[in-house]
DNA sequence: CATTGATATGAATCCTACG
DNA sequence: ACGTAGGATTCATATCAAT
């Protein structure tokens, strides 16, 4: 990020983003969110049932001649993109069913690797006016990792936290972008055909990036990634080809107000202290011969001299003595163990990793 | 369909799917089912949290060396299905984000024309154990015509019907196949690793068949696509290659029984005859001169001798008037105005085409 | 019999740091 | 690169046993 950050950072710039891209440094970005053109094969005017017209998507950069165009421009801008992410950066794609199988299978063939495929459901989808097919209330995202085996950014835990204590799924349920968050021209109307909505982009930023991350945007639109990316902390970089979308993204990010919170900061991310049983030993938190308990005191063990437990028949790490006494095939034994705590009752065991830490300033991962 | 219905209705065959199709006549079927393998890429053991092993699919017909080897099966199967479908059938495709991409792709550039993509959204998925991605909620189904300009079968009001009065969503919301409808085999072991609810495909058949219909499953599996085309009062034929699977199919088929009432029937979807004004005149069920009134009475036209109607000023078809009156730019005529009922009061105009039809039979499409 | 609780299981691309 | 050991991680529902 050191690279870029002074002449690329949280700046929106205009042009085709395939060229633009070209003049950036490889692998210097954490995450990508891409919103390309859809695609839209329709022809003529689309009217709802009482004759208005329906104003979809129908701007020329939506305009593609055919299949073969369409994919060659995917390739480009999505080749540009794998070159800039870092190697355990991971990229989101947006689309719907008009062109979101090109551009599986295209990244696929590419070597990235999909993590998810996310729906988006919309609970206030447009009605299918004609009664011709299922209403289409959803669209689907693409998140890959750039290669099979990369460490990509995943925030289970404030997924988790977020939805209500439950893992999160790969369907989301969120409205359409609507009301006050819908940015309109002086004339009052809408000034993007498909601008996402802000709960949208909080989830895809938050689920993979952390703090300070740069996020690259190559179809920046009115900017809703960079919205998000300012107010959770995090950096953007954006290229929009249409002067009008940058001046009302430009607008628009500058009244964000950022908030850094717990949530924000992945504190719930936060893993206990790699501090190892040897080490505990080694320097006094622990000693040979000492006994750890279960909970209720039911059952007991001693530590030997290496760092491992014995409950009289035989010698294991506390995690597999914890598992055979649950009777698991794994469990953790920082968190089944107990210690005597100077006649004053039991303490966890996993609470010494925390002294450990506070006292000696190491551990930490 | 009388061409195959002797040697091919309802009948399980045994042995690849695409050598098969080859010895099947072109354009025969109705609609084509297809549960393809899904190319799951994994390898190891996936264990529980608490130690256990998951079984999912470890079966040898989910195994293909890489993406060029699963490409050249899917465009060999959809070749055949595309053959054999008859030029107004439609084809619904199962998938999940392993292949899906594969298929989607594959099918737009044979020429199969995406008419939905509809999310199979699962309440009882089985959860992200690891806690390393979003749980893989859902899988993908793709509905196609056979080309862009065909005539597709679609039940819109047998499926808003169903659906509590609102238009069906792109959206589904099914359980996954457990209970007494799994099948298990003698020792109490699922039959197949990936059978589908039953719901599904009644949702999937009741959309886009009509009664008697001829549906096309090239991976039987153990026949919830024939069971439910029974059910439904629709024909099936099913191919299969594991001996197993055709033994519990043909079980559980022949245990079926169909349930044809209106809603099986598609009597939701019968239109108004189609009678027109002209016709109306010419046999005296209105006459040139008549008035045709607003519902309140508060508008009145005049039918002139070539079935249009005047307003004082202008004279346009019953459709065009009526929405002129109302302001808008389309609206059905024969629901807006009403006729004078041998001073009885007022009867909707469109009834007099019921009565017409009743009365001379003709009209029905 | 009704209710509660324990157990089983389903299309899954399911870890990572260290030596 | 590869093996090994440490240690982090699950949701809805059906079935069946226990109260």
């Not at 993007?192 to 740069?214: A, C, F």
């Not at 290229?239 to 504190?267: G, H």
């Not at 014995?310 to 210690?339: C, P, Q, R, T």
Request: with cysteine; net charge positive.
């Amino acid at each position: 990020m050191k690279d870029i950050v002074n002449i690329y950072i949280d700046r929106i710039f205009k042009g085709n983003c395939i060229d633009e891209m070209k003049k950036m440094p490889s692998e210097s970005v954490d995450m990508v969110f891409a919103d390309p053109p859809y695609f839209m094969q329709t022809d003529g005017v689309l009217r709802r049932t009482d004759g208005t017209k329906f104003s979809g998507v129908e701007d020329r950069w939506d305009k593609f001649s055919d299949f073969a165009e369409y994919d060659k421009f995917t390739t480009e801008w999505l080749s540009e993109c794998r070159r800039v992410m870092k190697k355990d950066a991971s990229i989101w794609v947006i689309g719907s069913f008009q062109n979101i199988y090109r551009l599986g299978y295209i990244m696929q063939n590419m070597g990235f690797w999909i993590l998810n495929d996310v729906i988006w459901s919309k609970p206030n989808a447009v009605p299918n006016f004609g009664g011709t097919r299922f209403q289409n209330s959803h669209e689907t995202l693409l998140w890959c990792a750039k290669t099979k085996d990369a460490k990509y950014s995943f925030n289970y835990k404030t997924m988790k936290y977020l939805n209500n204590g439950k893992q999160e799924k790969s369907v989301w349920n969120i409205g359409i972008c609507i009301g006050h968050e819908r940015l309109k021209d002086e004339n009052g109307n809408k000034v993007h055909s498909t601008q996402k909505p802000e709960k949208l982009l909080y989830k895809v930023i938050m689920s993979s990036t952390k703090p300070g991350d740069v996020i690259l945007d190559p179809f920046f639109g009115t900017g809703t990634t960079g919205a998000m990316a300012k107010a959770t902390g995090r950096h953007f970089i954006g290229f929009e080809m249409e002067e009008k979308y940058i001046k009302y993204a430009q607008k628009r990010i500058e009244s964000i107000n950022p908030v850094i919170d717990d949530i924000t900061n992945l504190k719930l991310e936060v893993k206990p202290p790699k501090v190892s049983m040897s080490r505990l030993l080694e320097f006094g938190y622990l000693r040979p011969g000492q006994k750890l308990y279960s909970k209720d005191k039911s059952k007991e063990v001693v530590i030997t001299a290496s760092g491992h437990v014995s409950d009289g028949k035989e010698e294991l790490s506390i995690h597999k003595m914890s598992a055979k006494m649950l009777g698991l095939m794994n469990h953790n034994g920082w968190d089944y163990f107990w210690v005597e705590n100077k006649g004053e009752g039991l303490m966890p065991l996993n609470s010494l990793r925390y002294k450990y830490q506070k006292e000696r300033g190491e551990g930490q991962e």
